[in-house]
Nanobody
Framework: QVQLVESGGGLVQAGGSLRLSCADS????????MAWFRQAPGKEREFVAA????????YYADSVKGRFTISGDSAKSTVYLLMNSLKPEDTAVYYC???????????????????WGPGTQVTVSS
């Protein structure tokens, strides 16, 4: 059974850094891509970053480009999100997601992902 588990969230001051991790505790599947989304209170879940294992292509939301870096290990279905220069508007629950089948085109929407973690809270104080 696929079980994605995030870790590394917490409280940090503006300008600080955090590193989120996500792994499949069941170690039962091989994914084609993994991603991070986030959801702030009262807002819809939004795309943050994604990595397509084939070719190791990475994608970022404009709001985090240049500050966040996604990386990972396809063999272990593990993905990381290094977040630098954090801002109060980055405060949200961050979710890890995995997509199984290889797809072409955009991978920045929630419908491109089959499995989700329970989320980890990131709070950035001003």
């Amino acid at each position: 059974q696929v079980q994605l588990v995030e870790s590394g969230g917490g409280l940090v001051q503006a300008g600080g850094s955090l590193r989120l991790s996500c792994a499949d505790s069941g170690r039962t599947f091989s994914s084609a891509r993994m991603a991070w989304f986030r959801q702030a209170p009262g807002k819809e879940r939004e795309f943050v970053a994604a990595i397509r294992w084939s070719g190791s292509s990475t994608y970022y939301a404009d709001s985090v480009k240049g500050r966040f870096t996604i990386s990972g290990d396809s063999a272990k279905s593990t993905v990381y999100l290094l977040m630098n220069s954090l801002k109060p508007e980055d405060t949200a629950v961050y979710y890890c997601a995995a997509g199984l089948a290889r797809v072409y085109g955009s991978i920045v929407t929630t419908r491109r992902y089959d499995y989700w973690g329970p989320g980890t809270q990131v709070t950035v104080s001003s």
